[in-house]
Every structure is written in C-alpha cells, then in structure tokens.
C-alpha cells in the first residue's frame, strides 16, 4: 500500500467530522452556506465551543494569582493549553510565549529582540510573498534604528528561489523572517533549508506559521529556525490566541515588551526583577478562556491527525484548481507544485469585489482585496484577487457549488 493509501484508509469519517461545526448548518441568502475563507478565520467545531462556555459557567478565575478553588483551576487548565500546544508542535511549554495572535509574536520580537540590536547599514530581509504582519513591524524597527528592509523575490509560479535566498543573505541581513505557508498564493516554502542557509551565515530566522499549522503538522523543532510564530483562530481556537515559539537563549536575552503585573518577581522602585519567560512576556490578564479553548482546538485537530487534515486539503485543492481551470476567463495566481488550501483567483473584467459580493448572494463566502499582501499583489501586477481557502470540514460537493456559482457570475458581470 502507498503511503497515501494507507493515510486515506485510517482517515476520519469527513462527513461526520462537519457535523462538529454548528455554523456550517446555516443558510445565507436561503443557500446552504458554503464557507471557503478558512485562511482568514477557520470556524470552530463544537469541542472548542464547549470548552471555552464550560470555562465560563463553571471555572472563571484569573490565572497565575488566586489560590482559591476556581483560581486553582483556571491556573491549571491555563498551564494545560499551554503544554497541549507545545506538545503539538514539539517545543518545551516554557518556550512558548502565548500572545493574541501572529501580529503580536512577531511585534514582540521586534521590538524586544530586533529594536536594540539593529542599527545603520544592518538588514532586514523579508520576502514579496509576506503578510503585512511580517512587513511593517520590521519597518517599525527600521526607522528607529537606521537599518533597512529588503525583500527577495516570488518567482511567476509563486515561490521562493533558493539560489536567490542564498545571494540575498548577505552579512548586512541580521534577520531573515519569511512565511511558511503564503496566505495568497498557498505556496508552502522550504524552511527548512532556508533556515539552514541562514544559519550557516549566523542569520537568524523568525517564520511565520499562521497559515501551515492548521494544515499540516509542524514539528518547529525540526525546522533550524529561532522564531515561530503563530496564530490560533486560523486553527478551530478562539480569536486573540496564539504563540511566539523562540530559541532560550533569545528569551533570556530580550528584555520584556510590556510591563505589568505577572511579567515580574518582585518590583521595588530601586530596581524590578522579571519573572523567567516565558511569563516575562505575559503581563497582565491574558486571553485566559481562549488559550483554554486552543487547546480544545489542538486536542480536536490531533485527534483527526494532521496527516489526515493533509491529505483530505490536498484533495479538495486539486478538485477546486481543476474545477477552476475549467471557467474560461479565469487566471489562478501562483502555481507552485507545493501548496496548501488557499487558491487566488481573477476573473477577466470582473472586479474580485463584485465577484466575492455576488457569490455571496449565492451563500459562497470567498475573501475578495489585497488580503493584507500588497506587495504580492503589486508583483502580480493585480490590484485584488478574489480567495478561496479550503479546509478539511469543506466537501467535494462544496467546491461543485462553487465552481458553479463562478460560471453563473462569470455570466453576470462579462
Ligand atoms: C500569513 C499570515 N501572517 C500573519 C497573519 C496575522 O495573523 P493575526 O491577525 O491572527 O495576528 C495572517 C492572518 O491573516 C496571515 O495569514
């Protein structure tokens, strides 16, 4: 049996597994719903749901201060998400800094490792294919600091080139910070061996993760990287989650990034001592309730193994670009032979706006502008493509739908 098949003969009953989604059962327009923008926010299954109101009713407490029954509790459950989740990407817990999501991880380490460190005539390299999330922090930085951001290339299929990674490490790059997995395109790149040739030349590396942990099993520790940050309502957790995985020796060696109650061991106003990270990261009450159900979130996605939520998007994907493919007018951006869930698409003389509106008019909801990546869109020469992103809850059926309602528009707006 091929590996493959032998994936697909253990895989989960997809059918049963959509029942878990309560709001996939709704209707838009009188229409079944059919929900292809995962990529922006993945819906959450009721497991998640569950926790997060069972926290509510039964255990709210602050966490990390009370020692009463329910602050016990929190505390624990609070901890408890946190193990879950670095045990799903294989890390230790206490190099898990939990944040409210991508933004925040990477702001966090620009400003408590990049901003002291960088000055005139340093760099950092970033590439065309980032979210602006990866983009403007590091130009945040910059202009504090006098040093420069530099962005490599997206080849006409959507990758990363690695021959033109290796010539654009140069010594003046101290950070190279690129995406796993492009949130326009799908484009998984190759980490892996990005993050070695970085090393080789004591480059540090941050990789942005939002978009490859809710599609495929992420071991970050394999990976050669000192930064991994990602977010968790892309993964069937709640909004406001996420996490900054970073090498020790960098969490010793950054000073806090905000100031507050918990971040600390003892303050007195000749001089403040700071808690061990990764609580020195966490000041003030966090997202305690969301954290708890992420980890609700990384039990349900386990359970349903990511080698199965892999292969299941695979075959979505290529039934939706064959489908896609098949509408005359219609140009998919980036054609790279790796690729997660997320299709980028335009349609000839129609606007991505009028499109994604009057898809949902027949209960399609696609992502329609720059999808926060205008430096990609200005590379393909587009103002706005419209998105479709998939993920394991979606069906073969779904994506006939769709495909339908894109000639039906197509129609319409020629
Ligand atoms: C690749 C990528 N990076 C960063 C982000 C930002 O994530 P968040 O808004 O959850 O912080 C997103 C969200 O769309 C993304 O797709």
């Known amino acids: 049996m091929s590996a493959r098949a032998d994936i697909a003969a253990g895989a989960p009953d997809w059918a049963a597994v959509r029942t878990d989604f309560p709001v996939l059962e709704r209707e838009v327009h009188g229409k079944p719903l059919v929900y292809l923008d995962s990529a922006n926010t993945g819906q959450k299954p009721r497991a998640v749901i569950d ?3 069972a926290f509510f009713r039964r255990h709210n407490a602050n966490v990390s201060r009370a020692v009463h029954t329910l602050g016990t509790e929190a505390t624990e459950a609070y901890e408890g998400a946190r193990a879950k989740l670095a045990r799903f990407v294989n890390v230790r817990p206490d ?56 962005a490599l290339e997206v080849t006409d299929s959507g990758e990363l080139d690695l021959d033109a990674a290796r010539a654009a490490l140069t010594p003046e790059v101290k950070l190279f910070a690129f995406t796993h ?44 990287c000192d930064f991994y940050a990602f977010t968790g309502h892309k993964m ?22 905000f100031g507050g109650g918990e971040m600390i061991r003892e303050v007195a106003f000749e001089q403040t001592v700071f808690n061990d990270p990764p609580h020195k990261f966490e000041a003030g009450t966090p997202n ?51 690729a997660a869930a997320v299709i980028s698409f335009l349609v000839e003389g129609a606007h991505a706006h009028d499109l994604a509106t009057l898809l949902d008019l027949e209960g399609v909801a696609v992502r329609s502008g720059h999808h926060c990546a205008h430096p990609l869109m200005k590379r393909f020469g587009v103002a706005a493509t419209c ?21 039906k528009v197509r129609g319409l707006l020629a």
């Open 288 to 338: 305690i309730a969301g954290h708890i159900g992420l980890g609700a979130a990384v039990d349900y996605l386990s359970g349903l193994g990511m080698d199965h939520v892999e292969a299941r998007e695979a075959e979505l994907r290529a039934h939706a670009v064959e489908a896609l493919d098949g509408i005359d007018g219609l140009r998919v951006l980036g054609r790279a032979p790796e």
């Open 95 to 150: 190099d898990l800094v939990l944040t409210s999501g991508t933004t925040m991880a990477i702001n966090l380490v620009a400003y408590s490792w990049a901003l002291p460190r960088l000055g005139p005539g340093d760099v950092v390299l970033v590439t065309h294919m980032e979210h602006h999330a990866n983009i403007v922090p590091w130009q945040l930085v910059a202009q504090r600091t006098g040093a420069t951001v530099r």
């Open 236 to 257: 069937c957790g709640p909004t406001g989650t996420g996490a900054l995985w970073a090498r020790r020796e960098h969490l010793e060696a950054m000073p806090p990034f």
């Open 51 to 53: 926790t997060v109101d």
């Open 387 to 407: 998105r479709m992103s998939l993920a394991f809850y979606n069906t073969h059926a779904e994506i006939e739908r769709f495909a339908a309602a894109v000639h």
């Open 181 to 224: 997995v492009s949130n326009v395109l799908g484009t998984v790149n190759p980490v892996r061996a990005l993050c070695r040739e970085a090393a080789r030349r004591g480059i540090v590396t941050l990789v942005d993760g939002s978009q490859a942990l809710p599609h495929r099993q992420v071991d970050i520790a394999a990976l050669g």
